[in-house]
């Protein structure tokens, strides 16, 4: 048997110990979850701003976030992050170069939020390819293998005297916009089915505290 008929088994197995409500809310979720835009938090040190990063990735359908922490301070704050990291995939690299490695090879186009002469404005960023944003640390913003290595980069317009947002109202308004435009799009951004199958899968998992026990019964049965 296959790994995919396999997979769609067990999940039905498993549907039995959880609500009807449960079951569709995990459905209606899988669904709309992307991996055609992710985020990369490079060197963020400040756990609110981490936490509330992840909290928006989370709440706009993201379900890969990219992590770059050679300082290993990157962290959490449970009341900001209100558990979003539970229902992500976080990737933790030792260094820019090779998170921007592991996403180009992945297909990705390397896009940082800066003030870059260069830079065009978040509305005007094509979502024809896949996209992973690129957010600096609070104090720097974008480190220099970041600006050298993105393959473009991205604004987000402002009128007012102080010309610098919050990394993480940054991550939130780049988000909506592009998560906003990219379902309004012919574009195939959902996961595969094999993706939503266990993604489908490690959901109930987690929303079952005894399912390695139950995952036993289910396969001696096979």
């Excluded at 990369?40 to 928006?56: D, F, G, I, M, T």
């Excluded at 490695?101 to 830079?119: C, E, F, M, R």
């Excluded at 916009?177 to 094999?194: E, G, N, P, V």
């Amino acid at each position: 048997m296959s790994e995919q008929n396999t997979n769609s088994q067990l999940i039905a197995y498993l549907q039995q110990f959880v609500t009807v409500e449960k079951q569709e809310k995990i459905a209606q979720i899988v669904a709309g979850r992307t991996r055609h835009i992710t985020i990369v938090l490079e060197e963020l040190y400040q756990s609110h701003n981490a936490s509330a990063a992840l909290r928006s990735a989370e709440c706009f359908g993201l379900q890969d976030v990219h992590v770059v922490d050679t300082n290993r301070s990157f962290a959490l704050s449970p009341s900001i992050a209100k558990g979003a990291a539970q229902w992500l995939n976080v990737h933790k690299h030792s260094s820019t170069l090779i998170c921007f490695n592991t996403l180009k090879a992945a297909g990705y186009t390397i896009v940082g939020t800066s003030l870059h002469p260069t830079a065009s404005t978040i509305h005007e960023l094509p979502l024809d390819s896949k996209i992973a944003l690129v957010f600096g640390t609070e104090q720097h913003g974008l480190s220099d293998d970041a600006v050298k290595y993105a393959d473009a980069f991205i604004t987000v317009p402002m009128v007012g005297f102080t010309q610098s947002l919050n990394v993480s109202v940054a991550v939130g308004i780049c988000l909506y916009d592009l998560t906003a435009r990219l379902r309004t799009t012919s574009i195939a951004w959902q996961l595969s089915i094999a993706e939503q199958q266990e993604l489908t899968l490690a959901w109930l998992r987690k929303s079952l505290i005894h399912h390695t026990k139950l995952e036993r019964h289910f396969f001696k049965q096979e």
